[in-house]
């Protein structure tokens, strides 16, 4: 009997499969330290020199070529084309009700919504959700492992990384068409376009980082809490919170955190009085 590593289809699954089938039933718990914390600054400093660089000037000269309606409709685009990797997700969490809302609203906005530039299936009631193999990995059990600020990538973690490569190697319509052209690079052209939007979308909520008295430690622990509140669909238990907080620990002292913005503030005034 022939050995189904054989068969190049289903070795591409084997590995969901397994982890779906050793995996636990319950949601992991977040951590809130940062044993990695030197590795992680010193990749951030990275990121945010590539950043300010390369990344932003596009994105800004994006945003100067383009108007907010065609910016939207850009953005519900590259939304739409990648809800497949939700609705993987969702059946790999066992959930065919979010699984089955996902798909409808995909196929609405690929017709209605003129190929997905529109987006008709919010007006019908659809409601939109986004899902990754790192959720599906928390919600199974796995746990969160350590912080990780990747290079190029940013905020992550050792369970979250997984989604980079399974999501984009099974069920990210992007990478998949990327993986299976070959245009001279041009077949990259859609992925870079969608980090660009991705990048744009982000320039108008940069007051809140220059205001931050520590940039990185706002990232890390505003990356956490999105994660957090995505795996608990929006609803996180008071106790998660406090844990992901360091609300529950004993050494806790909130007037500490206070008199470090506070100096960080009177060191530097400028950026104090941005603050929304």
Known sequence: MPSPLRFPKLRRWLPVLAIVLLAGCTIAKPRTDDPLEKYNRGAYKFNDAVDKAVIRPVAMGYRK???????????????????PVTVANDLLQARPKQALQSTGRFLVNLTLGVGGFFDPAS????????NDFGVTLAR????????????????????????????????????????NHDYNGLQYLPQAIYLVTLRSRGIDAESFLQSAYDPYVFIRDAYRQQRLYKIYDGNPPVEIIQQMQGLDEKNFDPEELLDQQHQWENKHPEASSKQP
């Open 123 to 130: 007006q019908l009631g659809l409601p939109i959700e986004d």
């Open 140 to 179: 199974w059990g796995a746990p969160e492992g350590d912080f990780l600020m990747l290079p190029f990538f940013g905020p992550s973690t050792a369970r979250d990384i997984w989604r980079l490569p399974v999501d984009s190697y099974f069920f990210d319509p992007l990478s998949l068409y990327a993986g």
């Open 65 to 83: 070529v383009t108007n907010p309606p065609v910016r939207r409709s850009f953005s519900d685009f590259f939304t739409n084309i990648r809800m």
